[in-house]
């Protein structure tokens, strides 16, 4: 069991930047493929990057390519992104997810998932 705690969204001016923490518990944190969602209002949860259980790999929607950065700390067990250039269609609610497999796209993959927490970019 793996639970997931997301932190650091809040209202930031376009342009500006934040970074996200998804802080897991749980022994197995390093062996899972971690990922970022985000729901923005009245849509699907649509996907945004993800990273292998090494670090080795990261995926990316071409939409944040060059400006978020996923990475994680395995001896801190937290997935972090790092949203730079930040823009109004970021807005959304961003939830951390995790799988046993293999990073994907594929929200069904993710077996274990945050709660979300708010980004806000102001135009």
């Known amino acids: 069991q793996v639970q997931l705690v997301e932190s650091g969204g809040g209202l930031v001016q376009a342009g500006g930047s934040l970074r996200l923490s998804c802080a897991a518990s749980g022994r197995t944190f390093s062996t899972y493929a971690m990922g970022w969602f985000r729901q923005a209002p009245g849509t699907e949860r649509r996907f945004v990057a993800a990273i292998t259980w090494s670090a080795g790999d990261t995926f990316y929607v071409n939409s944040v390519k060059g400006r978020f950065t996923i990475s994680r700390d395995n001896a801190k067990n937290t997935v972090y992104l790092q949203m730079n250039s930040l823009k109004p269609e970021d807005t959304a609610v961003y939830y951390c997810?995790?799988?046993?497999?293999?990073?994907?796209?594929?929200?069904?993959?993710?077996?274990?998932w945050g709660q979300g927490t708010q980004v806000t970019v102001s135009s």
């Open positions: 997810a995790a799988a046993r497999h293999k990073a994907t796209m594929a929200e069904h993959n993710y077996d274990y």
